[in-house]
């Protein structure tokens, strides 16, 4: 779902962690897999429970604005938590480049979608397959609900 943004955004994120955290070159690049994954556990996660207008609201936000919203809160503790464990840097650095890398992701993502205008959900559906997941989500649940005849819509 997220390969493409990360591969155009990727330059950018590692540069800002490197630039603004302290953390050397290779730190940086194995921080951004991590993130990748992050990012997709928990937008994937918010689109089971139908918060498409809570990563809209994300990603529409800059500044303070985009510091005090709750998803990018959340984002920013998982990342925390995962490069704490998988990369053992210091809980004050894992901090700083959580909260770098995932500023940096935001804002990088926001301008991959939209330019300079506010992101809309078909940005969201056509540019990071997001509709794809929706759908399929949609045809599993049925498949569960209607049993047998559910096999036909999947």
Same mark, same amino acid.
């Given at each position: 779902?997220?390969?493409?943004?990360?591969?155009? *955004?990727?330059?950018?994120?590692?540069? /800002?962690?490197?630039?603004?955290?302290?953390?050397?070159?290779?730190? =940086? %690049?194995? &921080?951004?897999? *991590?993130? %990748?994954?992050?990012? +997709?556990?928990?937008? $994937?996660?918010?689109?089971?429970?139908?918060?498409?207008? !809570?990563?809209? #609201?994300?990603?529409?936000? /800059?500044?303070? #604005?985009? +510091?005090?919203?709750?998803?990018?809160?959340?984002?920013?503790?998982?990342?925390?938590?995962?490069?704490? @464990?998988?990369? !053992?840097?210091?809980?004050? &650095?894992? @901090?700083?480049?959580?909260?770098? !890398?995932? $500023?940096?992701?935001?804002?990088?993502? @926001?301008?991959?979608? @939209?330019?300079? =205008?506010?992101?809309?959900?078909?940005?969201?559906?056509? %540019?990071?397959?997001? !509709?794809?997941?929706?759908?399929?989500?949609?045809?599993?649940?049925?498949?569960?609900?209607? #049993?047998?005849?559910?096999?036909?819509?999947?």
């Amino acid at each position: 779902m997220l390969d493409q943004l990360f591969n155009s *955004i990727g330059g950018d994120v590692i540069s /800002s962690m490197t630039e603004k955290t302290g953390i050397n070159l290779e730190q =940086a %690049k194995a &921080v951004l897999p *991590i993130a %990748k994954d992050t990012v +997709q556990t928990g937008l $994937t996660d918010e689109v089971k429970a139908g918060n498409i207008s !809570g990563i809209l #609201g994300m990603l529409n936000s /800059s500044g303070a #604005g985009l +510091q005090q919203n709750s998803l990018f809160g959340n984002l920013k503790g998982m990342l925390m938590q995962n490069i704490l @464990s998988k990369l !053992g840097l210091p809980e004050s &650095v894992a @901090s700083l480049v959580a909260g770098t !890398g995932m $500023t940096s992701i935001v804002e990088n993502a @926001s301008q991959f979608l @939209s330019g300079d =205008a506010d992101v809309k959900q078909s940005d969201l559906t056509s %540019k990071l397959d997001m !509709g794809g997941m929706v759908g399929n989500m949609a045809k599993g649940m049925l498949k569960d609900k209607l #049993g047998g005849i559910g096999k036909m819509f999947g």
